[in-house]
């Protein structure tokens, strides 16, 4: 019991890693429309260090405290469920997107880069924001 009670921090800190990851990427997007690319590179080691950090925060929090039942029912819940679902088969996608987007732009094959970004970018973002909103269902509205 000391043990889950000591790690309840962890759901608000991975909302924030992974709000902050999805601000990061945002900015990204905006700073290589603009041309501004060791700013973009700048901005989206970070976004990507940040999203390493909830992966490890989550596994964390998620061995010590099991999983977390979602205590709505009804139509709350087939939404709630309904968003798990498709955040849960993108994020599996995502570590392996990002890795793959990452080294395209490290190694300096920028068209490869691109390609892949395009789907990347949209994926990313949306596992990090439904992130956030899983986080906001899960421990912040009384149901």
């Given at each position: 019991?000391?043990?889950?009670s000591?790690i ?19 900015s990204?997007f905006i700073?290589?429309?603009r ?5 973009h ?32 029912s009804?139509?709350?819940r ?10 849960t088969?993108l994020?599996?996608?995502v ?14 094959r ?5 390609r ?12 990090s924001l ?6 906001w ?7």
């Amino acid at each position: 019991m000391e043990r889950v009670s000591s790690i309840t921090f962890l759901p608000t800190l991975n909302a924030t890693l992974n709000a902050t990851a999805a601000i990061l990427l945002v900015s990204g997007f905006i700073l290589i429309r603009r041309r501004q690319v060791r700013a973009h590179r700048s901005v989206m080691i970070a976004a990507f260090s940040f999203s390493v950090l909830f992966l490890v925060s989550y596994l964390v929090y998620h061995y010590l405290a099991g999983s977390v039942r979602f205590p709505g029912s009804g139509t709350a819940r087939t939404i709630y469920l309904t968003v798990l679902l498709t955040h849960t088969v993108l994020a599996a996608v995502v570590p392996v997107l990002a890795l793959v987007t990452l080294f395209q732009a490290l190694r300096e094959r920028f068209d490869r880069h691109m390609r892949i970004a395009r789907w990347t970018l949209p994926i990313w973002l949306y596992v990090s924001l439904t992130g956030v909103v899983i986080y906001w269902m899960l421990y912040q509205v009384e149901w």
